[in-house]
């Protein structure tokens, strides 16, 4: 198993940028594919971006396709999300998530193992 820990989030206006990131502890980063998922207050849990294993393939919702940029460094057991042209409506709380097992989908919560605390992100208009 591994343990994440998010980092990166903020207040920013919109049209700003963040960029977050998570750490992961362990020497099996590399057998888990990430995720990120964010959660508004009354809202379901949302995927917002996943990348493969190796980082060979990356995934991302409609709403943040273009702003959002998904990477991972398997050397520093870390994956993280640049966000730019930031939205009010990007307000969340951000978190990352590994899965070590493939589906064939990367936007349901529940296929992903492992789970970070999350960090707040809050976008002022």
């Known amino acids: 198993q591994v343990q994440l820990v998010e980092s990166g989030g903020g207040l920013v206006q919109a049209g700003g940028s963040l960029r977050l990131s998570c750490a992961a502890s362990g020497r099996t980063f590399n057998n888990y594919a990430m995720g990120w998922f964010r959660q508004a207050p009354g809202k379901e849990r949302e995927f917002v971006a996943a990348?493969?294993?190796?980082?060979?393939?990356?995934y991302y919702t409609d709403s943040v396709k273009g702003r959002f940029t998904i990477s991972r460094d398997n050397a520093k057991n870390t994956v993280y999300l640049q966000m730019n042209s930031l939205k009010p409506e990007d307000t969340a709380v951000y978190y990352c998530?590994?899965?070590?097992?493939?589906?064939?989908?990367?936007?349901?919560?529940?296929?992903?193992?492992?789970w970070g605390q999350g960090t707040q992100v809050t976008v002022s208009s």
């Open positions: 998530a590994g899965r070590r097992t493939y589906d064939g989908t990367w936007n349901r919560p529940g296929v992903y193992d492992q």
């Open positions: 990348i493969t294993w190796s980082g060979g393939y990356t």
